[in-house]
């Protein structure tokens, strides 16, 4: 197993521009998150799956879109980037939805910074 | 509703001594609590995790917790630091009565002084 995957590791826009990150996870788990690590914020929810179809909100949403059109994968949107989305945003799968013992496997983050 | 404190954002230990990263939690209903560990430039990787099987929880690399109720604590041990240890820790709580599973700490960076 690949486990969780990311693409790509490091991105450089410019404020205003769209761009996707890329995450996948090969071991059929259905939920599915996306957090942004800053310093000294630990790390924020920015959304999550819990299956193919189904996604929601968590604390930090604001200028993010998100899809699950499959179980495989789930993108991070950033709509019209801003220097404040500076920051390493990890994906992360757990097996069950429901499951609130679950490890969670984390990929190995996206480093994205906006001028 | 679930939350976790670290005190301490940043800790240095000497290579060989204890060492003790602390972790409160705040739950309604009983929690179920996890430690990650980050290495530099990689993911997050889950150390331990207690959920109410036993309140001494033993992890990889020689790391354990001690879950506290009374002090609703979940504090992660090792007895002799090495220099591999470095690395930034979280702590997170289950969220069983919301949407989302998971809340994270703001994370403890560990240093090992040689």
Known sequence: NAGVTQTPKFQVLKTGQSMTLQCAQDMNHEYM???????????????????????????????????????????????????????VYFCASS????????????????RLTVL | AQSVTQLGSHVSVSE?????????????????????????????????KYTSAATLVKGINGFEAEFKKSETSFHLTKPSAHMSDAAEYFCAVSNPSGTYKYIFGTGTRLKVLA
């Open chain 2, 16 to 48: 060989g001594a204890l060492v003790l990263l602390r972790c409160n939690y705040s739950s309604s209903v009983p929690p179920y609590l996890f430690w990650y560990v980050q290495y530099p430039n990689q993911g997050l990787q889950l150390l331990l």
């Open chain 1, 95 to 110: 097996y069950s939805r429901r499951q609130i013992t679950d490890t969670q496997y984390f990929g190995p983050g996206t």
């Open chain 1, 33 to 87: 998150s996306w957090y942004r690590q800053d310093p000294g914020m630990g790390l924020r929810l920015i959304h999550y799956s819990v299956g193919a179809g189904i996604t929601d909100q968590g604390e930090v949403p604001n200028g993010y879109n998100v899809s699950r059109s499959t179980t495989e994968d789930f993108p991070l949107r950033l709509l019209s980037a801003a220097p404040s989305q500076t920051s």
